[in-house]
């Protein structure tokens, strides 16, 4: 599963019976009984943080004054709102590292949440032929980051898609990647570069929880001929 996060959502969602259920309430529980799971993502200017909130090993719903609010550090904050699994919360921004705040009356709780480093990708100028590896450059990273690569085109009978435990900065599409539909002559590839790390971390003062995660993601297209 692409996103780590995404698996806790769904095991926190899922019923631990047949019996349908209203999620409790945040104040319910002290702080140190609140787990945040939280995920950063962003493409270079915009960010956006997802994060639901645990209580008792479910998920639970933020009530009278208890709030999320996300921020550049020393920057206006701006409220997260309920939306999916949990919350979420968008910025215009090239910022990598934000603060995610919980608030409950005048305590103030701030975690930390960390992007990878940012990166641009590097395709031929010219419309590349399909009879050829086509490289892929992006500016690699020190640190251990997880990457994904993914192709998409309309003329293609599915996605290519790569998994590298550490960020090579580099792959060439090769012609036996490539199930092209019959008759395609050119065909504009879309390719999406994504670099993951979890390395934020929660106020302390609140629950035990996972390190957040942080996914910095850019795109570009290939224009291609047989």
């Not at 769904?10 to 799971?37: I, N, V, W, Y």
């Not at 086509?134 to 790569?162: M, Q």
Request: glycine share 8%; hydrophobic share 40%; with cysteine.
């Amino acid at each position: 599963m692409r996103s780590p996060l995404l698996a806790v959502l769904l095991l926190a969602s899922a019923p631990a019976c047949s019996e349908p259920s209203e999620p409790r309430g945040s104040t319910t529980f002290a702080p140190d009984e609140l787990s945040l799971f939280a995920e950063l993502r962003t493409n270079g200017g915009t960010a956006q943080v997802l994060v639901t909130v645990l209580g008792g090993g479910t998920s639970i719903t933020l009530e009278n004054h208890d709030r999320l609010s996300l921020a550049e550090p020393g920057g206006p904050e701006q409220a997260l709102v309920a939306g999916g699994f949990g919350y979420v919360a968008q910025l215009d921004t090239s910022a990598t590292e934000l603060d995610l705040v919980f608030s409950r009356g005048s305590q103030r709780f701030v975690s930390k949440l960390v992007a990878p480093p940012p990166f641009s990708i590097v395709v031929p100028s010219a419309p590349a032929s399909r009879a050829s590896p086509i490289p892929i450059n992006w500016d690699a990273a020190d640190g251990a980051f997880e990457t994904w690569l993914d192709v998409t085109a309309p003329c293609l009978s599915w996605p290519i898609s790569r998994y590298f435990a550490e960020d090579p900065g580099v792959y060439a599409i090769q012609p036996a990647d490539l199930a092209i539909k019959p008759g395609t002559t050119e065909c504009d590839f879309r390719v999406w570069v994504t670099r993951s790390a979890s390395s934020g971390t929660i106020a302390p003062g609140l629950g035990a929880s996972p390190a957040p995660g942080g996914l910095q993601t850019r795109s570009i297209s290939i224009s291609t001929s047989p």
